[in-house]
């Protein structure tokens, strides 16, 4: 394992291009966690459930798809009960 990171910083040093584009994969990462923390903070437990499902729903070829609730909770990042909640309210709503 210490022989990979040594690779690899070297990699880094000795290449421009590869050391610009980690750098901006990072700066993506962190500008997309950003963006999930505010959406935590900010959004409704109703808007964070749908917008987790539009997500799901767009990474899937066809229009259904199976998620457990337990991992739409973690997604979410609330409690299993309120996604049951918000998910009967959707299926009353239509």
């Known amino acids: 394992m210490k ?7 070297l990699l880094i040093q000795a290449n421009r291009d590869v050391s610009s584009q980690m750098i901006k994969m990072l700066a ?3 500008a997309q966690k950003e963006e999930q923390l505010l959406n935590l903070a900010y959004n409704s437990v109703r808007k964070r459930v749908a917008d987790a499902l539009l997500l799901l729903s767009q990474k ?4 259904s798809f199976h998620v457990l609730r337990e991992d739409l909770a973690r ?3 609330t409690a299993k009960e309120s996604v049951i909640r918000m998910l009967t309210e959707f299926k009353n709503y239509g």
């Open 3 to 9: 022989i990979v990171s040594i690779k690899f910083l």
């Open 60 to 63: 899937e070829d066809n229009k």
């Open 75 to 77: 997604i979410v990042g």
């Open 28 to 30: 993506n990462n962190i």
